[in-house]
């Protein structure tokens, strides 16, 4: 059963900082890594996807993979309020097209 | 441009009742998944269509759940005698495949609620 594992949070930051989300994965032959953002009641957004090992910016969100300790993480710079969601991990399933997800981090950035 | 539409928006059944969920992919888009969300739970895959390939079927729960896609665009999702654990947010995907990318943009999903 290839999984991907997240904690569950909720992580709290304040307005401003910088909010770490992190996400593990078991099939160590994965490509692509995706993360999106959800809100309450609404589906998923496509945020930020990276194939390559290393970091990946764009604008305040910045992802970082390490596939060889089966590693993705993402960094949201300057968190406002309306970053408050939680962000799914996505890995796509080796050899199937499928996208295997995370249980979600629930981000809560405060004023 | 467009993004997934999916319809109806909310639908509320009867157990054991039959529904129909449509979802209009990205146009170009030759890529199609359905998953589920219930409440509280991660995304679960159910079927992928891919242009004229026969689809993946692997994550469909039981023979009550079946799908297709018409002329490569639409595709509907139909559950049959519905039970109340089919009570969840259905979400359709679509992505264009070319070279390693296989982003997956979703449409803004159908509740499902089974009495």
């Known amino acids: 059963q290839k999984e991907v594992e997240q904690n569950s949070g909720p992580l709290s930051v304040p307005e401003g900082a910088i909010a770490s989300l992190n996400c593990t994965y078991s099939?160590?032959?994965?490509?692509?890594f995706f993360w999106y953002r959800q809100y309450s009641g609404k589906s998923p957004e496509l945020i930020m996807s990276?194939?390559?090992?290393g970091d990946k910016e764009d604008g305040r969100f910045t992802a970082q993979l390490n596939k060889a300790s089966q590693y993705v993480s993402l960094l949201i710079r300057d968190s406002q309020p309306s970053d408050s969601a939680t962000y799914l991990c996505a890995v796509r399933d080796t050899g199937f097209q499928k996208l295997v997800f995370g249980t979600g981090t629930r981000l809560l950035v405060s004023p | 441009g467009a993004g997934v539409s999916q319809s109806p928006s909310n639908k509320v059944t009867e157990k054991g009742k039959d529904v129909e969920l449509r979802c209009d992919p990205i146009?170009?888009?030759?890529?199609l998944y359905w998953y589920r969300q219930s409440l509280g739970q991660g995304l679960e895959f159910l079927i992928y269509?891919?242009?004229?390939?026969?689809?993946?079927k692997s994550g469909l729960p039981s023979d009550r759940f079946s799908a297709e896609r018409t002329g490569g665009s639409v595709s509907t999702l139909t559950i049959q005698r519905t039970q109340q654990e089919d009570s969840a947010v259905y979400l359709c995907?679509?992505?264009?495949?070319?070279?390693?990318?296989?982003?997956?943009?979703f449409g803004p999903g159908t509740r499902l609620t089974v009495t």
């Open positions: 146009s170009g888009h030759t890529a």
């Open positions: 995907a679509s992505s264009y495949h070319a070279g390693t990318s296989y982003e997956q943009y």
């Open positions: 099939d160590r032959g994965s490509q692509s």
């Open positions: 269509f891919q242009g004229n390939s026969a689809p993946d």
């Open positions: 990276i194939y390559s090992n």
